[in-house]
């Protein structure tokens, strides 16, 4: 199997007000990935749009962006989930040896929609969605307390996450839907569906984002410093909120097994990490799940500054999902974040051989996909 | 060019209803609720009981068809406080909502909890269900879950 | 022989696409396109590239891939390239009158306009046919300005 690399990419600025209508955002963006791969929308041989009918209002919703995204007379194909399952697609595109530049555009506007109402559609709509009480953060809420309740965490803990990522965003001048907030702040924000308060919860984004991958020679041919995707993982739990062990996400732990065990390394090789923590609380979570920490211990890591910037394992530096979140774009937004890392590109360096991308999508991280990128082939 | 503006057009879908059909678990449930009682189902291998009932079981993936009761009292499982309506904006009055584990259930049921202050309430709490005066369609039947010896 | 499986029916759940959105698009060329309404005007804009004339008028060639800046004018008459005829509402509801609907290019033009065809009988419509736009009496550079296409007698 060829190994295949990310070339190019770009993001639109991720704030929470509009910066331009949905078209033009994506036309501008796929032309800076583009012209940031130093090709022409000509080169590409497959287009992978990862957008949400809910989130767009349309059906079928990327019919109507293609055009913006270069997708015109292209072999394009949909996905929605999340942009790192867009980006999975892509590449498994590129592996079957049909194509060889492959563009994923990732996207969503909460300006356009309410971003809490669109995700609740995904609760059962005969039994759970009746009762018109939970929504994802709803959901999420449950998923905090039994892990808070198991281990012990407290509100302390959660608000440290947010001021730390919201502290990494400020420097990054695509994050721009959350300024920098303080642990005084979080606690002091009103409550959301307890124990999350307002400011635990993902903020309301407009985004984009565009990734560029080649295969093998193609992908050394076109760029100095390819980023190589060395491993992929994904899985899915059961939906019924009563079945989940609430106090573990068990399908990120299978990603990222999966992922590590593509790429012939293990969590120790790991030198940087980008995860989704669409709710606070997901962060020590997850770094449980990819094998960071024992169950319960991720937030020692916090704690100890294990995960700060300019800790021994950096988490989020850009920011995550705390600073800027548009549903669809937040885990390719991830893998983006960690490939400008690799090249060295980023506004703060963190070095690192390979660095660990992942996305989520469903209620309380149902989904969870994972990428490990590396330096070299 | 001129500065760019941003015209919003507002909501144009035309109304558009579902119509979900609740299957047959689903219907002996809310058939029974309207009736103030709890009816789950039981797994042939395994001997989890479902409640709300279900076609097959999560672990052992063999079709269910072992209707039984369970009693309307059990334990609070997990609870979040609804400061938020579903679409984000702030509720006047917050609501507790809760899974709750019946006795004789292996999973949990969702419901509001009511006649209990928000701070106290806690995991484990005994709890027992409040059926609507008129029963409804689907959950509407389930009125709340009290603490249990309160009553109505 | 087998049997056939009694088909159950049970009660429904009641839900909607519950939802509000509120879509947002530029408004300066949408501003420049119906100002222009008021002098019974059509503007468009040009591709520098391969020279496709959109009315009305797009921000982007998605042929080409490039932003368009070049505004021209299309005449207010043309042909109708397509057209449909709709007996029912959206709703399935049977409508009092037929409603034509019909994918025109005015003179000048290579892009298609979508408009409903007024005064114009179904047996009367036909691919190819002339028709010209029907312009308000009072025009204030709105987009009820253009009241419907008609055929040209």
């Known amino acids: 199997m060829e190994p295949v690399a990310i070339v190019g990419?770009?993001?639109?600025?991720?704030?929470?007000?509009?910066?331009?209508?949905?078209d033009e955002m994506i036309f501008t963006c796929v032309k800076q990935a583009l012209d940031s791969a130093g090709i022409v929308r000509d080169d590409l041989d497959t287009v992978i749009s990862c957008g949400n009918d809910f989130y767009d209002g349309h059906t079928i919703s990327q019919v109507y962006t293609l055009e913006a995204s270069g997708a015109y007379a292209k072999?394009?194909?949909?996905?929605?989930?999340?942009?790192?399952?867009?980006?999975?697609?892509?590449?498994?595109?590129?592996?079957?040896?049909?194509?060889?530049?492959?563009?994923?555009?990732?996207?969503?506007?909460?300006?356009?929609?309410?971003?809490?109402?669109?995700?609740?559609?995904?609760?059962?709509?005969?039994?759970d969605r009746q009762f018109k009480v939970l929504n994802d953060t709803g959901v999420a809420a449950f998923q905090a307390r039994a892990y808070m309740e198991r281990y012990g965490l407290t509100e302390d803990?959660?608000?440290?996450?947010?001021?730390?990522?919201?502290?990494?965003?400020?420097?990054?001048?695509?994050?721009?839907?959350?300024?920098?907030?303080?642990?005084?702040?979080?606690?002091?924000?009103?409550?959301?569906?307890?124990?999350?308060?307002?400011?635990?919860?993902?903020?309301?984004?407009?985004?984009?984002?565009?990734?560029?991958?080649?295969?093998?020679?193609?992908?050394?041919?076109?760029?100095?410093?390819?980023?190589?995707?060395?491993?992929?993982?994904?899985?899915?739990?059961?939906?019924?909120?009563?079945?989940?062990?609430?106090?573990?996400?068990?399908?990120?732990?299978?990603?990222?097994?999966?992922?590590?065990?593509?790429?012939?390394?293990?969590?120790?090789?790991?030198?940087?990490?980008?995860?989704?923590?669409?709710?606070?609380?997901?962060?020590?979570?997850?770094?449980?799940?990819?094998?960071?920490?024992?169950?319960?211990?991720?937030?020692?890591?916090?704690?100890?500054?294990?995960?700060?910037?300019?800790?021994?394992?950096?988490?989020?530096?850009?920011?995550?999902?705390?600073?800027?979140?548009?549903?669809?774009a937040v885990g390719l937004v991830r893998a983006v974040e960690c490939a400008r890392q690799l090249r060295g590109e980023a506004e703060l360096t963190v070095r690192a051989d390979f660095a660990l991308a992942h996305g989520q999508c469903g209620l309380a991280a149902q989904n969870n996909v994972v990428a490990i990128l590396g330096r070299e082939k | 060019m001129s500065e760019k503006q941003f015209i919003p057009i507002g909501n144009i879908l035309p109304p558009m209803p579902c119509y979900w059909s609740v299957g047959p678990y689903l219907e002996r449930f809310y058939q029974d609720l309207s009736e103030k009682k709890f009816t789950g189902v039981r797994c042939p291998k395994c001997g989890r009981v479902y409640v709300p009932p279900r076609r097959l079981c999560a672990s052992c993936r063999v079709v269910m068809s072992d209707f039984v009761e369970v009693k309307g009292t059990g334990s609070l499982l997990n609870f979040t406080v609804a400061h938020q309506s579903v679409n984000g904006a702030r509720r006047e009055r917050p609501v507790i909502f809760g899974l709750v584990k019946l006795e004789g259930a292996d999973t949990g049921v969702l419901g509001e909890i009511r006649g209990i202050a928000p701070e106290a309430v806690r995991i484990g709490l005994k709890l027992q269900a409040v059926f609507a005066e008129k029963p409804g369609v689907t959950v509407e039947s389930l009125s709340h879950f009290a603490p249990a010896g309160q009553g109505a | 022989?087998?049997?056939?499986?009694?088909?159950?029916?049970?009660?429904?759940?009641?839900?909607?696409?519950?939802?509000?959105?509120?879509?947002h698009f530029r408004s300066d060329f949408m501003d420049r396109y119906v100002a222009a309404l008021k002098d019974k005007k059509f503007l468009a804009t040009r591709c520098h590239q391969c020279g496709r004339v959109y009315s009305p008028p797009m921000t982007r060639c998605g042929r080409c891939f490039i932003e368009l800046h070049e505004w021209t004018e299309v005449k207010d008459r043309g042909k109708v390239v397509m057209y449909t005829v709709a007996y029912n509402a959206i709703s399935g509801e049977p409508l009092p009158e037929p409603k034509i609907t019909a994918l025109i290019q005015l003179d000048g033009a290579n892009a298609?306009?979508?408009?409903?065809?007024?005064?114009?009988?179904?047996?009367?419509?036909?691919?190819?046919?002339?028709?010209?736009?029907?312009?308000?009496?009072?025009?204030?550079?709105i987009l009820a300005d253009i009241n419907g296409f008609e055929a040209d007698r």
């Open chain 1, 9 to 22: 990419y770009a993001q639109s600025e991720m704030s929470g007000h509009m910066v331009s209508s949905r």
């Open chain 1, 75 to 127: 072999d394009e194909s949909k996905v929605e989930q999340d942009g790192l399952h867009a980006l999975v697609y892509a590449v498994m595109r590129l592996l079957a040896g049909h194509h060889q530049i492959a563009m994923v555009v990732a996207y969503s506007r909460a300006s356009d929609m309410e971003p809490h109402a669109a995700v609740a559609a995904s609760l059962d709509p005969v039994y």
């Open chain 1, 157 to 328: 803990d959660l608000a440290l996450v947010v001021e730390k990522n919201t502290g990494n965003g400020a420097r990054n001048p695509k994050a721009k839907a959350r300024p920098a907030t303080s642990k005084a702040e979080v606690l002091a924000s009103a409550p959301a569906f307890t124990p999350l308060r307002e400011l635990m919860v993902y903020p309301n984004t407009d985004g984009i984002c565009v990734a560029i991958l080649a295969a093998g020679d193609r992908a050394e041919s076109l760029c100095q410093k390819p980023v190589w995707v060395k491993g992929l993982g994904w899985n899915q739990e059961l939906y019924y909120l009563g079945d989940r062990d609430l106090t573990r996400i068990a399908s990120a732990e299978a990603a990222a097994a999966q992922a590590f065990k593509a790429a012939g390394i293990g969590p120790k090789d790991i030198g940087l990490i980008e995860l989704s923590e669409l709710f606070a609380h997901q962060e020590p979570m997850l770094l449980e799940a990819f094998g960071f920490a024992e169950p319960g211990q991720g937030r020692k890591l916090l704690r100890e500054g294990v995960t700060a910037a300019g800790g021994k394992l950096p988490v989020n530096v850009s920011g995550g999902a705390l600073s800027a979140c548009a549903l669809s």
């Open chain 3, 1 to 23: 022989m087998e049997e056939k499986k009694k088909r159950i029916v049970t009660r429904d759940a009641l839900g909607a696409w519950d939802v509000k959105y509120n879509w």
């Open chain 3, 112 to 141: 298609w306009m979508l408009a409903p065809i007024k005064n114009t009988k179904p047996e009367e419509m036909h691919t190819g046919l002339r028709v010209h736009a029907g312009w308000a009496e009072e025009r204030k550079g």
